[in-house]
């Protein structure tokens, strides 16, 4: 018989680099699950992806056991790698950072293609280009 759902708690934490401080502490604690257990696994998990900022969703069962699944970096951050940017701009109509072409939108498309709700390349880099657009970066159509 499958185990009853108490919760499910989605962060955004760094890869390799979570700690017990707000918000993954509080988050963890009222869900009342062992936060250093977690913690540890995750950061054994995710070293490999330093740098990024990792999705996660926490399945909490009655018994206080959990599971997790850690997803594919933010598209934010892969357009920033991809861009080779530190951050976006601030406003988004006037601020325009950088620009992106087709190619690199479909590559940032790839890599986040799990997670999207599409199975088309050309449909998940419109997707990735509209985040893109809200970061205030130009993009190119061709």
Known sequence: MAKRIASIVKLNIAAGKGTPAPPVGPALGQAGINMMEFLKKFNEMTTPQMGYTLPVEITVY?????????????????????????????????????????????????KKMADLNTTDIKAAAKIIAGTARNMGITVLDK
């Open 62 to 110: 009655e018994d206080k056991s959990y599971g997790f699944v850690v997803k594919q970096p933010l598209s934010s951050d892969l357009i920033k790698r991809e861009l080779g940017i530190e951050k976006g701009g601030s406003h988004q109509l006037k601020d325009k950072v950088a620009t992106i072409t087709q190619a690199q939108l479909e590559a940032v498309a790839a």
